[in-house]
């Protein structure tokens, strides 16, 4: 299960990726928008995530 899990994200990635370069061959400015956005989103989803719980001695 976990395998097919990994499977289907990289697919995901994949098109997200296809369909990124295919924006940027009509517009380049849109082309790299789509291409950066991955990056900050990730950087808002570490800032916002809960802290890890505490760990015992």
Known sequence: MARRL???LLVQDLSVRALACLGET???ETGQHIVR????VEVLARHLAPPPPP???
Not at 37 to 40: E, H, K, S, V
């Open 55 to 57: 760990t015992l001695p």
């Open 6 to 8: 990994s499977e289907n």
């Open 26 to 28: 009509r517009d380049n």
């Open 37 to 40: 956005t991955p990056g900050y």
